[in-house]
């Protein structure tokens, strides 16, 4: 996808207008609950409102026309959707042994800044991106979780958990599916930075980004 092709979508569309509704709720009522510092931080974020929601927008839909996710998109609530498994699927990931096996796949020297990957907070996954790696120090940092050791004797020390991607993490974290134990709760709704870099996601090579 191009940087080109992204802006060529019908913007007139009811689809879009959908999509840019409920992301404008969203974010309104988000704006609203939370704790700024002063009006002109409130400003600030209003008046870049319109230009990352349009591109939230355009880039969801245009994932979906050229076939890009496997993820159903949910246009009055601009939100993804897919079935949601009876317990998060941690499978391969769930003991120390394993854990340390899935997080050597960060060791890649393919592995680069600005990829999506998934991290466990909690009792659900975000989407997150890589901002810094120190394949010396074996450890990278993500955006929102922070630093991660790529070292297996060190992992258990976070108290968030860098997932290896796959398409059932993945899914979790597109669709803002939680669990508390064994039990399927509501979903939580991923922030309009989660929903635009969900959109980067190559689906087919996880090491890799799709070019929005």
Request: hydrophobic fraction near 35%.
């Amino acid at each position: 996808m191009s940087q080109s092709s992204l802006w060529q979508i019908n913007t007139d569309t009811g689809n879009f207008a959908e999509l840019c509704n409920a992301l404008y709720q969203r974010e309104i009522s988000f704006i609203a609950k939370s704790d700024y510092s002063s009006v002109q931080a409130v400003q600030t974020r209003l008046k870049s409102l319109p230009y990352y929601i349009s591109r939230t927008a355009n880039a969801m839909s245009q994932v979906v026309t050229q076939g890009h996710s496997p993820l159903t998109l949910d246009y009055q609530n601009a939100s993804w959707s897919a079935k949601q498994a009876r317990k998060m699927p941690l499978t391969g990931q769930e003991t120390a042994e394993e854990r340390s096996k899935a997080i050597s796949w960060y060791l890649q020297p393919s592995i680069r800044v600005g990829l999506v990957v998934p991290v466990l907070i909690s009792d659900h996954i975000i989407i997150d991106c890589i901002d810094r790696i120190e394949l010396d120090k074996k450890r990278l940092r993500t955006n929102v979780g922070g630093w991660f050791s790529l070292d297996g004797a060190e992992i258990e020390q976070t108290n968030k958990q860098l997932l290896k991607p796959n398409k059932k993490v993945m899914t979790a974290a597109c669709s803002g599916q939680s669990w508390q134990g064994n039990t399927i709760q509501t979903p939580i709704m991923p922030s309009l930075r989660e929903l635009l870099l969900s959109c980067t996601i190559n689906w087919t090579d996880f090491k890799k980004t799709l070019v929005i």
